[in-house]
């Protein structure tokens, strides 16, 4: 594998859509903030529907990014999930030093699930349970890219 030619050939295709991948980014954030939350999954759903297109050569349109409102509970579903597993997570900041170290790891991999899981829910058609199920699993069968989600 190639490392250097991955990485050039991903930014390459970031730099040419890059008016449609962070606008998308900040349309989705932007709706997904100032609904507390509750349109959060869909729109990540859209921009992950976005992003995929995007990998696969297509030239998708912007209206991509609203084109997952059909999935509304079960993303929904599972950002109130993570939500309440963030903020179980949050009671470890009490806790000197240790906690200070665990949470910001604990936090970026969660975030990092439920992209995973919201993928597998709107793109592959898996339930909730199915989709958290495969998510674990495919962060614990890569304990290279766990750490590196975790690190950074």
């Known amino acids: ?8 050939a991903s930014w390459n295709t970031y730099l040419r859509n890059f008016l ?5 980014f900040i349309v989705a954030a ?5 609904t507390f939350g509750v349109l ?7 921009f992950v ?11 998708p349109d912007f209206a991509v990014i609203f084109s997952k409102m059909t999935a509304f509970l079960p993303t929904l579903l599972v950002v109130a999930i993570c ?7 949050s009671l470890i900041n009490f806790i000197p030093v240790i906690g ?13 699930l439920m992209l995973l899981v919201i993928g597998a829910v709107s793109e592959h058609g898996y339930t909730v349970m199915a989709a958290f199920q495969f998510g674990i699993r495919y962060l ?6 766990l750490l590196g989600v975790a690190i950074f």
């Open 83 to 89: 939500l309440v597993a963030l903020l179980l997570l």
């Open 20 to 24: 449609l991948i962070f606008g998308g």
């Open 1 to 8: 594998m190639d490392l250097k030619a991955l990485v050039k």
């Open 40 to 46: 959060l999954g869909p729109m990540l759903a859209g």
């Open 140 to 145: 614990l069968s890569r304990p290279r890219l």
């Open 30 to 34: 932007l709706i997904g903030g100032i």
């Open 49 to 59: 529907a976005l992003c995929t297109r995007i990998l696969k050569g297509e030239k």
């Open 100 to 112: 200070w170290l665990i949470y910001p790891a604990l936090s970026t991999v969660i975030a990092a």
